[in-house]
C-alpha cells in the first residue's frame, strides 16, 4: 500500500512539472518575436520600465480571487433516548483564493523580444 501512494504522489508531482515545463516553452517561444506582435496578444502592459543598455521591460500583472464553495457535508442520524436526531458531518466554510502572475519581458531597442520571465502561482497557459 505504501508503495502504491508513492507511485501516484510521484505520478503527481511528475504531472504538474509536465505542465510547467510546457507552460515556460509556450512563454520562451516569444523570444526573438516583436514586440508589436506581444501588444496585439496581450494589450498594454500594465507597466513599461528602462531597463539596462537601452532595454525596456514589459510588465504584466494578473490577480484575482477565487472562492472555493464550502461543502455541505452529509447528515446522519443518532438514536439518543429513543429519539431520532439529526447530525451534521464535514461541513467546512468557504474558502478564498489570491491568485497572481506577473510576467516581465525584455525587449530590445530593435523591439525584439530578449527574454521572458514569469513568477506567482496563478501563471497559467
Known amino acids: 500500500m505504501k508503495y502504491v501512494m508513492t507511485f501516484f504522489i510521484a505520478l503527481s508531482l511528475s504531472g504538474c512539472a509536465m505542465q510547467q515545463a510546457i507552460y515556460e516553452a509556450q512563454l520562451k517561444n516569444w523570444k526573438g518575436k516583436h514586440s508589436e506582435e506581444l501588444l496585439v496578444a ?18 504584466y500583472q494578473y490577480n484575482r480571487t477565487t472562492k472555493k464553495p464550502g461543502e455541505q457535508g452529509y447528515v446522519s442520524y443518532k438514536n439518543i433516548d429513543g429519539t431520532i436526531k439529526p447530525v451534521r458531518h464535514g461541513h467546512k466554510q468557504p474558502r478564498l483564493r489570491s491568485e497572481r502572475c506577473e510576467y516581465r519581458f525584455v525587449i530590445l531597442p530593435n523591439g525584439l523580444i530578449e527574454s521572458v520571465r514569469w513568477r506567482g502561482n496563478g501563471c497559467t497557459a
Open 42 to 59: 496581450w494589450g498594454r502592459p500594465a507597466m513599461v520600465q528602462p531597463f539596462a543598455k537601452d532595454r525596456e521591460v514589459y510588465l
